[in-house]
């Protein structure tokens, strides 16, 4: 066992794929330091800056003072405190649902929001770029798992039609995690009434991005209320921890009984919900910080396009994809060297073979900080980009 462990380690050394934890000396904010360096930061999922915000911290230190730190048990047991309870009905309201229902992570509830609802003899369509967290509340949840072609409406129906007469939840990213764009969810929508499956959107990355006021991808295609089962992530854009779910009644009240992740596991702590509560208003009340986020984007890709970049987003996320797991490692590194702190992104979080630069804005990116970026991208990469 330890000699197969030991040649794993090796082989993923030999072929550039092995990870190592970077450990940042500084909050999560757009200027961050490395063992005694600073860098500007593109790498970061906290895409409106808030992890290390003074109203949002403000509220952590209020729950902390008022319910202390560990929550103590697991939510149906002695978990759920006020704080748990409000979060939930501002993520309700704020995503314009019934009710909505917090987890651990968004991991945590991915596995929990699939393994509940479907069974064996169920079918799961899933698109081929979903997220790790999806794929594997799939294949837990011992359903048949129908993958089909990215984003890709004609082979979906074709793959519902083998298919016919199957229950079943087709599931897709809202915002694609490593590419960036977004779903077509008038398309994935209509399928799933017209074949009366269930449609289910993970919002992780859309959620505080996409739509005027960064409601996320309901907004953005202004077709508010029309997904089934919304999951989203209280990590990305509101800066905290933590997952939801938000639809019906029903469907709360069904995962609250059902759900395993959420039921056998120790509730987050009532700090972490009153922060995100606090992220939630933020985003909510100053409506700059949304649109500064979708300025920048818009701006960023018009100034890669000048420098010859073909590259369009709609998101934060930014991918410019140069193929080789050692290119990419070694534009990644150039980058550091020039104060600029960006994501290589290989195999397998992405296919083999198309490793990526995986940049990622934040509203607080002035312009001359975006200017410099795509100077410093043009050195280091010059014609190594291989397509977008
Ligand atoms: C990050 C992410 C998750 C997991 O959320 P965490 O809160 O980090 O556990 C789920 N789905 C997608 C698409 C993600 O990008």
Redesign the pocket.
């Known amino acids: 066992m330890w000699k197969r462990i030991e040649t794993e380690l090796e082989n993923l050394k030999q072929n550039h794929l092995y990870r190592q934890m970077t450990v940042i000396d500084s909050p999560q904010r757009k200027n961050i330091e490395i063992d005694g360096k600073k860098y500007l930061l593109f790498a970061s999922?906290s895409y409106l800056d808030l992890c290390d915000d003074a109203y949002v911290k403000t509220a952590a230190q209020r729950a902390m003072e008022e319910y202390g730190i560990g929550a103590g048990g697991s939510r149906l047991t002695t978990g759920t405190t006020t704080c748990h309870k409000i979060l939930e009905e501002t993520i309700a309201q704020w995503k314009h649902r019934e009710a909505a229902l917090a987890y651990n992570?968004?991991?945590?509830?991915?596995l929990g929001i699939i393994t509940a609802l479907v069974k064996a003899g169920d079918i799961i369509f899933s698109d081929e770029l979903?997220?790790?967290?999806?794929i594997d509340g799939a294949r837990l949840s011992k359903a048949q798992i129908v993958v089909y072609k990215h984003n890709d409406m004609l082979d979906l129906e074709n793959k519902i039609k083998e298919h016919a007469g199957c229950q079943g939840l087709i599931v897709s990213?809202?915002?694609?995690?490593m590419d960036g764009d977004v779903v077509d969810l008038p398309g994935l929508v209509a399928l799933a009434r017209k074949y009366q499956l269930l449609s289910m959107i993970?919002?992780?990355?859309s959620t505080g991005v996409l739509g005027k006021t960064g409601n996320g991808v309901e907004e953005y295609y202004d077709m508010i209320g029309s997904v089934d089962v919304l999951?989203g992530?209280?990590?990305?854009s509101v800066g905290v921890?933590?997952?939801f779910v938000c639809g019906s009644k029903m469907l709360i009240e069904y995962l609250i009984n059902k759900s395993r992740s959420f039921i056998f596991s120790t509730a987050f702590s009532p700090v972490m919900a009153a922060a995100a509560t606090a992220g939630i208003e933020r985003i909510r009340t100053d409506e700059n910080l949304v649109k500064r986020l979708q300025e920048n984007i818009s701006y960023f890709c018009k100034k890669l396009q000048m420098a010859g970049l073909d590259i369009h987003s709609d998101s934060a996320i930014i991918p410019i994809i140069v193929g080789d797991e050692e290119v990419a490692l070694q534009a990644m590194a150039d980058l550091k060297d020039r104060g600029y702190y960006i994501s290589a992104i290989r195999y397998p979080t992405v296919g083999k073979g198309s490793a990526r630069l995986r940049i990622a804005l934040m509203s607080s990116h002035t312009k001359e900080e975006l200017d410099g970026l795509v100077e410093a991208l043009v050195e280091c990469l010059g014609r190594k980009v291989i397509n977008e």
């Open positions: 999922n992570a968004g991991y945590i509830a991915n979903n997220h790790a967290s999806i990213d809202g915002v694609f995690s993970d919002e992780a990355h999951m992530t209280l990590s990305k921890e933590g997952g």
